[in-house]
Antibody, heavy 117, light 107 residues
Framework: QVQLQESGPGLVKPSETLSLTCSVS????????WSWIRQPPGKGQEWIGY???????NYNPSLKSRVIISIDTSKNQISLKLSSVTAADTAVYYC???????????WGKGTTVTVSS | EIVLTQSPATLAVSPGERATLSCRAS??????LAWYQQKPGQAPRLLIY???TRATDIPARFSGSGSGTELTLTISSLQSEDFGVYYC?????????FGQGTKVEMK
């Protein structure tokens, strides 16, 4: 059974870069798309972007200029970097496995990131 | 981008009763819609995809219907483990978008 675990700093200063890692266990990273999604407090979820196991990416246009998603197949890990963060980037960040490029069939429990000085 | 509006925001239901959740899209999503369940501190769980297909191991009491701009998730006989927040998500157009959620709570 595939399991996903997000990790990274819980507190990031404004204007800095948020960096998170998603570790995949119980299955291979190969052959799948992998997404990052976030949920600000009191709001709905926002899809950030995805990466295919071969490195191809697709980002939400609203975040595209600040986002980089990368993959390390040797470590079974997906990474998220979001630059120039502000308080509006405070959210619970989830990684998830995509079924095709459509919906997400396995999710991590999420990690809370607060942007504050 | 496509905006998904879920209603009601909160639904109070007694165990054994039927729950009907609505997801309205600002433009057609055809049948390219998924439903998720989320409980506090847990990962979201895929319930339905392609508007009406149950995901693996999802009980038959969960059903999805509709297409275009009006889609519905029905829980035929609510069980205690079904309380939580339900989200719809469209994948008909980029970027993929989610609804704001419907919280199903005990009456």
């Amino acid at each position: 059974q595939v399991q996903l675990q997000e990790s990274g700093p819980g507190l990031v200063k404004p204007s800095e870069t948020l960096s998170l890692t998603c570790s995949v266990s119980g299955g291979s990273i190969s052959g799948h798309y992998w997404s990052w999604i976030r949920q600000p407090p009191g709001k709905g979820q926002e899809w950030i972007g995805y990466i295919y196991y071969n490195g191809n990416t697709n980002y939400n246009p609203s975040l595209k200029s600040r986002v980089i998603i990368s993959i390390d197949t040797s470590k079974n890990q997906i990474s998220l970097k979001l630059s120039s963060v502000t308080a509006a980037d405070t959210a619970v960040y989830y990684c998830a496995r995509d079924w095709g490029e459509d919906y997400m069939d396995v999710w991590g429990k999420g990690t809370t990131v607060t942007v504050s000085s | 981008e496509i905006v998904l509006t879920q209603s009601p925001a909160t639904l109070a239901v007694s165990p054994g009763e039927r729950a009907t959740l609505s997801c309205r899209a600002s433009q057609s999503v055809s049948s390219n819609l998924a439903w998720y369940q989320q409980k506090p501190g847990q990962a979201p769980r895929l319930l339905i995809y392609a508007a009406s297909t149950r995901a693996t191991d999802i009980p038959a009491r969960f059903s999805g219907s509709g297409s275009g701009t009006e889609l519905t998730l029905t829980i035929s006989s609510l069980q205690s483990e079904d309380f939580g927040v339900y989200y719809c998500q469209q994948y008909n157009a980029w970027p993929r978008t989610f609804g704001q959620g419907t919280k199903v709570e005990m009456k």
